[in-house]
Structures are given as C-alpha cells and as structure tokens.
C-alpha cells in the first residue's frame, strides 16, 4: 500500500481467497529462529498493507513491546519498515499463518483449512527449526490440531504426526481487540513466559 493507511475500498480487494496473502518474516540465509509465532490468518487490514497484526486495534505490537520483545512500539497499521523487520530477525523471531487466506475475522476458516494449515506448519519445521513454535489463538488451535479441550501455555507435541522433535510448542492468545479476556498486560506476560523458553541464554537480547 505504499506507506498508506489503507480505504475501505482498499481492503474490500483483499477478500480475494488469496491463499498467500502476506509475506512471512523469516530469516533469509538460514539464521537461528528461536520463536516462531503463527498468526491464525491476515485480516484484511494486514493483507491490505502486507504486515502482520496490522489492525489499528489489535493489541499484538503493543504487548510485544510491553514484553520487551521490540526495542520500540511498532506502528504496523500502515506496514513495517525494514528496520522493524531487522530487530525481529535479530532477536530470532519469526513470524507466519496457520492459513494464509485473509478474512474479516478467523472465525470464516472452514475447519478443514485450519486442519490443512496445520499439516502445512509441520511439514515446514523440519526446514525452518525454531526453537519455540508459539499459535496465537486457542479457538484455532482446539481445531486444527484437533484438540476440543487444549488451554492456552505449553503443549505436548508427542501426538503429533510429523512433528520436528525437540521443537516446542505452546499457545497464547489471539491479541485481537476482539478478544475482550486479554488486555496489554496480560498478553504481555505471555509472550514473557514464552520468550524465556524460547531464548534461554539469550532472554536478554
């Protein structure tokens, strides 16, 4: 979108059934990916200016600094700079989709392309190799790993076919405004308690 806040008629184009509708940010060469957090799928908002958790309103970028994940409180509403981007990677923090296909809200997803999402996310940890693998969102979560009664935090992977051992695998919540049991503070103090699993040493970078 070229730096801009995007219309209405800007975001209207973005329902399109695009199954790649934002780029991930992922280390280029092959660095060390100690999180990976995976969105469920782009708002339009997100796909419009091709950032993740773009949307004036949702709380992502604000609990990431509150959790002192980013050296600045990134502004994503009209798309990220490279410099956000560089910090990120720096720290071994990755971003992607369970699906790729953006919708007003998640709750559109067919229940068979959050399960397809899934087998597509553990077919690529075998490359990728994060330390941390972090799903922002339990409602999601309980279906496409087919898991009705899973609560947020750390998850057994054992059952999981496919699944890259040694990866770790928790949930926390969807960051949406949407999602009125969470508030900065509290997804703040998620993200925390992933980062000092997924850091280690390093928590301090």
């Not at 992922?26 to 782009?42: Q, S, Y």
């Not at 998640?106 to 597509?120: F, H, I, N, P, Y």
């Not at 049991?181 to 103090?189: F, Q, R």
Request: aromatic share 6%.
């Amino acid at each position: 979108m070229g730096g801009r806040t995007p219309t209405r008629a800007d975001l209207a184009r973005f329902a399109t059934g695009d199954p790649n509708a934002i780029d991930d940010i992922l280390p280029g060469d092959g660095g060390p990916l100690r999180m990976l957090i995976v969105g469920i799928n782009p708002g339009l908002w997100t796909a419009a200016v091709n950032a993740p958790f773009a949307h004036p309103a949702n709380r992502f970028w604000p609990s990431l600094y509150r959790a002192g994940l980013t050296d600045d409180l990134v502004d994503a509403s009209a798309g990220l700079s490279a410099d956000d981007e560089a910090q990120f990677l720096r720290r071994g923090i990755g971003l992607t989709n369970l699906v790729g296909r953006a919708t007003v809200r998640a709750s559109e997803l067919t229940k068979d392309e959050l399960r397809e999402g899934r087998a597509r996310l553990v077919q690529r940890l075998a490359d990728l190799r994060p330390k941390i693998v972090a799903i922002a969102g339990i409602t999601a979560f309980r279906t496409a790993f087919s898991r009705p009664r899973a609560t947020m935090g750390r998850q057994s992977s054992s059952d999981i076919s496919g699944w890259t051992e040694g990866i770790g695998l928790w949930v926390v919540p969807q960051p949406s405004g949407l999602n009125a049991h969470e508030n900065i503070d509290s997804l703040a103090a998620h993200w925390r308690e992933v980062w000092r699993e997924a850091a280690g040493d390093a928590a301090e970078l």
